[in-house]
């Protein structure tokens, strides 16, 4: 079975800090996809990145990055300089590979709620 | 570029009564997903349709049905709603055609279903 933690319920740190949120999963399959969705408080699910199991080159985009360890089943989300605007849940996500059309099921951790302080 | 819609925002229903929540998927999508979010908690997923067809299934009862249509619209059917049904509803979509499955699944705004 898969599944995904994430440990930090809620977090909350000042403006212009550094701030990573931790996720942590398990599966059986060789083949699966790790994901990161931030929910602001309008609902919607937004799409942030994914990352094959086969690819553990970490990524940057702007002040996001994110650190994948097969070792240690991690796949963390750092967010530099942060600010008020990044105030969401963010949730991590797992699929496997999706064989015979159709994609796989998300499977998601619990979320973490980020706040921002001005 | 239209993303993924949802109809209705937010409804209210009874104990016992039937809803139906639809959603059109992003332009050029095939595969639409369901997933159930209690409030405080991860979406959890209930079924996908692709090529029409029921393809995967999570662990809800069969009182949850649903639909696709062939332009990809669906729809999600709940029958005897209980309290408990009470959450938000998210629809996303991705590409399935198999050699081009788009693993990402983009979501959207949700139906707000209270149930008292």
């Keep these: ?118 | 570029d239209a993303g993924v819609t949802q109809s209705p925002t937010h409804l209210i229903k009874t104990r016992g009564q039937q809803v139906t929540l639809r959603c059109s998927p992003k332009s050029g999508h095939d595969t639409v997903s369901w997933y159930q979010q209690a409030l405080g908690q991860g979406p959890q997923f209930i079924f996908q349709y692709y090529e029409e067809e029921e393809r995967q299934r999570g662990n809800f009862p069969d009182r949850f049905s649903g639909h696709q249509f062939p332009n990809y619209s669906s729809e999600l059917n709940v029958n005897a709603l209980l309290l408990g049904d009470s959450a938000l509803y998210l629809c996303a979509s991705s590409l399935g055609i198999t050699g081009r499955v788009s693993y990402e699944q983009y979501f959207g705004p949700g139906t707000r279903l209270t149930v008292t």
């Design chain 1, 1 to 118: 079975a898969q599944k995904v933690t994430q440990a930090q319920t809620e977090i909350s740190v000042v403006e212009k800090e550094d701030v990573t949120l931790d996720c942590v999963y398990e599966t059986r399959d060789t083949t699966y996809y790790l994901f990161w969705y931030k929910q602001p408080p309008s609902g919607e699910l937004v799409f942030l990145i994914r990352r094959n199991s086969f690819d553990e080159q970490n990524e940057i985009s702007g002040r996001y990055s994110w650190n994948f360890q097969k070792s240690t089943s991690s796949f963390n989300f750092t967010i530099t300089a942060s600010q008020v605007v990044d105030s969401a849940v963010y949730f991590c996500a797992l699929s496997g590979r999706a064989d015979l059309g159709g994609a796989q099921k998300l499977v998601f951790g619990q979320g973490t709620r980020l706040t921002i302080n001005p």
